[in-house]
């Protein structure tokens, strides 16, 4: 059974730093792009990294320059996310997309999400 699991939200101050992580089991990265999404309440869920199975990136324009995506050799994808922003503030979910099948731009062509985790940004 594939699950992806995120950790790592909290409350932080603006200018600070936290780094998210996304635990995946039951699917290798593979053939799999892992990203990361965000949804602030009152607006629709957006994209804000990803991670192909070769290993390139991709980022948001709204986050460029300040977090990265990375993955270890196993099975955790994280998210460092550096220079907070209040606008930041959103449930942070990853999700899996399977190569193979989709181009895995679209949040549509992710199957598999995990339950979030909560960022708080404060002023």
């Known amino acids: 059974q594939v699950e992806l699991a995120e950790s790592g939200g909290g409350l932080v101050p603006a200018g600070g730093s936290l780094t998210l992580s996304c635990r995946v089991s039951?699917?290798?990265?593979?053939?799999?792009?892992i990203a990361w999404y965000r949804q602030a309440p009152g607006e629709e869920r957006s994209s804000v990294a990803r991670?192909?199975?070769?290993?390139?990136t991709a980022y948001a324009d709204s986050i460029a320059g300040r977090f990265i995506i990375s993955r270890d050799i196993g099975t955790t994808v994280s998210l460092q996310m550096n220079n907070l922003k209040p606008e930041d503030t959103a449930m942070y979910y990853c999700?899996?997309?399977?190569?193979?099948?989709?181009?895995?731009?679209?949040?549509?062509?992710?199957?598999?999400w995990g339950q979030g985790t909560q960022v708080t940004v404060s002023a």
């Open positions: 999700a899996a997309c399977r190569e193979q099948q989709w181009a895995c731009t679209d949040q549509k062509e992710y199957d598999i």
């Open positions: 039951g699917v290798t990265f593979r053939g799999n792009t």
């Open positions: 991670i192909r199975a070769n290993g390139r």
